[in-house]
């Protein structure tokens, strides 16, 4: 193990919230931004998804399928970011979130499950069904929001 | 395409950026937003592995395979967000990213290239390889940091 790189893995270990007492434990703010972050590039993939389906851009393959395959991972991560020890941050997740873990959960799983048909349409290259499945992913979102999400 | 949808859609669209004028453009500050949740997340999904590469934490073979399958879409997101619309932004991005765009080019390939060659070695399950090719990951960060972002 080179020095330099043992420098860079831990400045990235603790950039990433892994105190340095305590590499197992990422501390709650970091969580938080953790789970925004993943909402952010969720956002950023969605976006023209779901304007394509929508109807507000024209409809373009190559990005709905680019999007979608990035959307299938994001859709699976940062959801340990909503841990209990972060309920007293300040977030726009509401309490419904530490108080309803196991209706939480399945809002989670609709839309890693809503996800993983959008890119399976999104392979098959077919635009209706592409479209068809980006509006149940905007459903899956908008529900979970709904839920546990503060009104902006 | 019901309104829920259509309401829900647009939301997500507007909120990732995306200019109810010009929905194809992305304003420089949400552009800014999206690449460092990329780098959040992948600094989430490399803490760990750049950790059991230095010995810090002991090796997890589960969560070595996670975290790598996810960094090898992440390491290719969001690269658009260094666009030069940007360059007045506050971040910690140099004004090499738009100045050496070959250069900071090579250095986006060069962090893809080493986490598909991570993520690989994760699939065979050889921990000797995973922990070589976390380390050449973790030099890759630290060159693209050490040219191309301002020291902490």
Known sequence: M???????????????????????QVKPDQ????RQAKMTLQG?????????????IPYNAEVASRN??????LSKMAWDGFDPSTSGEKSNALPA?????????????RL??????LASAAKSGNEASVKAAAADVGKAC???HDNFRAKP
Chains 1, 2 share one sequence.
């Open 2 to 24: 080179n020095r330099p790189f043992l420098v860079a893995a831990l400045a990235a270990a603790l950039s990433a919230g892994y105190a340095a007492s305590a590499f197992s």
């Open 44 to 56: 950023k993939y969605f976006g023209p998804l779901a304007l394509m389906a929508a109807g507000k």
């Open 142 to 144: 908008g529900a979970c």
């Open 97 to 109: 979130v530490f108080q309803e873990q196991a209706k939480f959960k399945q809002a989670q799983e």
């Open 112 to 117: 890693e499950g809503d996800v993983t048909k």
């Open 68 to 73: 979608a395959a990035f959307l299938e991972p």
């Open 31 to 34: 969580l938080v931004k953790q």
